[in-house]
């Protein structure tokens, strides 16, 4: 078999994490509110709880569809999720930011979270992510892909049994190289630098709490799974 081609058995796996991950959408587009006004940093606070808050449900929901996950040990399922929610926070947050829209949005978009009331140090490593992500213009099922891959890394805090993850991780991790070489012919690094955004993600999964925490605004209020997924209060 070409070491680029796609197996049958690959694929129906593809379009199952595909189906699953535009079955569990995140709720009505935040970046449309942001272009609409600007808000307070409080009103911008309560804004991203309730858009994460969402998303980790959805999270629950596409992982649950990871063929193989729910065999995993149950302690192991909820570190993989702890461990991957932020991550798949800022992914989703990069789709949404790199997310075509007429000429000027992006840039008032920008602007918007600038001034939304996370610390300044935080904004270069974020843009950063957020733009090079923008430029591998990923196709859906790299996206959806991508994101399942976060979800199945074994090195997460408190997995017992990383060579049951590893064995989910690396089917997925060979689809995604022959999805790369199938969808971008001219760029044989392209593989290579997408697993390098994953890479790029745990730097800002590293200070996420920070960035919480050091909100311009007084009293934080957190959801109790946030406190659970964020590691805050
Ligand atoms: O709502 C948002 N993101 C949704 C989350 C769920 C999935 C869909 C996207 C926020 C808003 C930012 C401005 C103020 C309101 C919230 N957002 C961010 C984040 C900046 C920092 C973030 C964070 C996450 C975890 C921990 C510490 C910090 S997320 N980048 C965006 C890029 C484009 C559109 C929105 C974007």
Known sequence: ??????????????????????RHQIPPDVAKKLLQEQYSAEENFLLLTEMATSQVQVLVEFTKNIPGFLSLDHEDQIALLKGSAVEATFLRSAQAFSTKMPSGHTEVLEERIRKSGISEEFMTPMFNFYKSIGELHMVQEEQALLTAITIMTPDRPYVKDQQAVERL?????????????????????????????????????????????????????????????????
Request: charged residues 25%.
């Open 1 to 22: 078999k070409e070491k680029f081609e796609i197996t049958k058995e690959q694929q129906d796996f593809m379009n199952v994490i595909l189906d699953a991950y535009n």
């Open 169 to 233: 991780q690396e089917p997925m991790l060979d689809i995604l190289r022959k999805l790369c070489a199938l969808h971008h012919p001219g760029e044989p690094q392209y593989f290579a630098r997408l697993l390098g955004r994953l890479t790029e993600l745990r730097t800002l999964n590293h200070y996420h709490a920070e960035m919480l925490t050091s909100w311009r605004m007084n009293d934080y209020k957190f959801t109790p799974l946030l406190c659970e997924i964020w590691d805050v209060q």
